[in-house]
């Protein structure tokens, strides 16, 4: 099936509540801007530097979330080119964040990573971590945590991931039961082309989906 073909199946059948997510990784311009033609408003890229010729030619016809690992000498460029980044996962890329934003004048909407599946080797805050990491943020002018953002193990398969997106939606709860001052949990980022049907289940409302839009890579 086409880009556009697999677009529209996706949108049909996710719940309208849910935001969909191209997961750009990797792909071409022309193969993003078939996508946005199709329906996708929202596209998330894991580089800066691969997302800037996607952004030349597509521009502001949608939001743009930076869903990879963020270096802190990157900060600078990421502000400007994304309206949302979804995975803020200590104090001072938060701080970087926060201070890139003020030069500009703009307030970035971001997402905490939860490292759901507790390993040493991957980015993002242990969930017994995560009330601590928000608290610290929501000082800081600038920035917003709206939400929390999660992977799980590559190596698990779908089922597998359950526990962890089940204790991150817990998590989710707790702290917008705790109602701090400027964080607003609207957000719940779980699940990729071969789990997000089990994220679905588990309460997310924000898929990050690649390969089932644009193919397998090559």
Known sequence: ????????????????????VAAAKTRTPDEIAEAVAAGIGIIGENYVQEAEPAYQKIGNR??????????????????????????????EIAAE???????????????????????????????ENAEQLISAI??????????LMTMGPL?????????????TKVLFDRVKKLALPDVEMRYLSMGMTDSYKIALEEGANMV??????????A
Not at 67 to 87: R, S
Not at 138 to 147: E, L
Not at 208 to 217: A, D, E, M, V
């Open 1 to 20: 099936m086409s880009i556009t073909e697999n677009v529209k199946q996706l949108i049909a059948e996710l719940p309208q509540d849910v935001k969909l």
């Open 62 to 91: 949608v939001a743009w979330h930076f869903i990879g690992h963020l270096q802190k000498n990157k900060v600078k460029k990421a502000v400007t080119l994304f309206d949302m980044i979804e995975t803020v996962d200590s104090v």
């Open 97 to 127: 964040i926060a201070k890139r934003c003020a030069q500009i004048v703009k307030t970035m909407p971001v997402l905490i990573e939860i490292n759901s599946g507790r390993e040493a080797q991957k980015a993002g805050v242990y969930p």
């Open 138 to 147: 929501a000082t800081m002018k600038n920035i917003r945590v709206t939400g």
């Open 155 to 167: 190596t698990m398969q779908a089922e597998e991931l359950r526990p962890c997106f089940r204790e």
């Open 208 to 217: 990050r989906i690649g390969s089932k839009i644009f193919g397998q890579r």
